[in-house]
């Protein structure tokens, strides 16, 4: 039976994953082909998981906690951020919940920190807003969440000002605005407070310069989209399916 490999998400069918893996087993004849299972509510999931020859599978908006519950178990990463990206089939048939995107973020984000700034805003609250959290706690960078919807301890969008902006120099993209189709979204902060010192990451890849990264490469910050990420994340991926 070949073996099955997949993305979990909803409305994904512009997903870089299922090309780049399959060109992958391709190139290496690997014997496997990857798929997305494009569900539209999680429940859904329990049908899918009756499949036996799937051997692994990635996870992405918006079901990166809602996977959770279905899991045996999380790797101390997933457990700490409190979100799964990547699940590992094992052997005895149990299902182990992993988290790769704080690796591919921290390993993308290096060659952007030509000075390490103190402190980041994280623009959304949702699954991948955890691991990046995960990741500038491990870089020793100083972080406030940006929500619509602020719990303690939090930014509103209406909140940020000139000084905030000036105080915080690296600024990252969590939410899914501004994605392919709807590429004229963005994020709503004062992007005239930005400068040639702050650096932008967009965690969004498709298209390659989004709204929120034009505004700011506009005002002179650096700035790198979501691809690299994803293939730092991928490749983890890979590897955790088959230790």
Known sequence: MKKTYGLLGRNIEY?????????????????????NF?????????????????????????????????????????????????VKFEKDGSLTGYNSDYYGFSASLQPLLKIKPKKALILGTGGASKAIAYALK??????TFVSRTPKEGQYTYSNLN???????????NSTPLGTFPKTEAYPNIPYQYITSNHMLFDLIY?????????KGYEQGASILN??????????????????
């Open 38 to 86: 494009d569900l539209q509510d999680i429940s859904e999931l329990k049908e899918v998981l009756k499949n036996e020859s799937i051997h692994g599978m990635n996870v992405t908006i918006p079901y990166k906690r809602d996977i959770m519950p279905f899991l045996d178990r999380l790797s101390p990463d997933a457990e700490a951020i409190g979100a799964v990206n990547v």
């Open 162 to 172: 000139e000084a905030i902006i000036k105080d915080y120099l690296l600024i990252i």
């Open 138 to 143: 491990d870089l020793g960078i100083e972080y």
């Open 226 to 243: 979501g691809e690299r990420m994803l293939v730092l994340q991928a490749e983890k991926s890979w590897e955790i399916w088959n230790s």
């Open 15 to 35: 997903s870089f994953s299922r090309n780049y893996f399959n060109e992958r087993f391709k190139n290496q004849a690997i014997d496997a082909y990857y798929k």
């Open 206 to 214: 498709n298209p390659a310069i989004t709204q929120f990264l034009k």
